[in-house]
Nanobody, 123 residues
Framework: VQLQASGGGLVQTGGSLRLSCAAS????????MGWFREPPGKEREFVAA????????YLAESVKGRFTISRDNAKGTVSLQLNSLQPEDTALYFC?????????????????WGQGTLVTVSS
């Protein structure tokens, strides 16, 4: 599976963005997908995950109620809707393909990573 993330940009506090990740290759629909982010000067952290069918999602506490993850297996895409953005959401956002069908927040449970898309939230 190869991943291509897009949709990042500059937005004001309180604004919204929609990130997309296009996956090419077979068996995309068999595995979980996740989003992680790397804030400036900090380590990469978990943001959201979705299981193979889209029936289960898992969000970090810091983004619950503001971010939504979804997937379209027919199109081979996974999306992350970012609402009520705050300056602390500024980061390089990565999509990742899991090695299992169920959701996980562990980086070691993902073995394919996109190149990252930058989200900058101005105050």
């Amino acid at each position: 599976v190869q991943l291509q993330a897009s949709g990042g940009g500059l937005v004001q506090t309180g604004g919204s963005l929609r990130l997309s990740c296009a996956a090419s290759g077979p068996i995309f629909s068999s595995y979980s997908m996740g989003w992680f982010r790397e804030p400036p000067g900090k380590e990469r952290e978990f943001v959201a995950a979705i299981n193979w069918s889209g029936s289960h999602t898992y969000l970090a506490e810091s983004v619950k109620g503001r971010f939504t993850i979804s997937r379209d297996n027919a199109k081979g895409t996974v999306s992350l809707q970012l609402n009520s953005l705050q300056p602390e959401d500024t980061a390089l956002y990565f999509c990742a393909a899991g090695i299992y069908s169920y959701v996980s927040r562990r980086e070691n449970d993902y073995n394919r990573w996109g190149q990252g898309t930058l989200v900058t939230v101005s105050s």
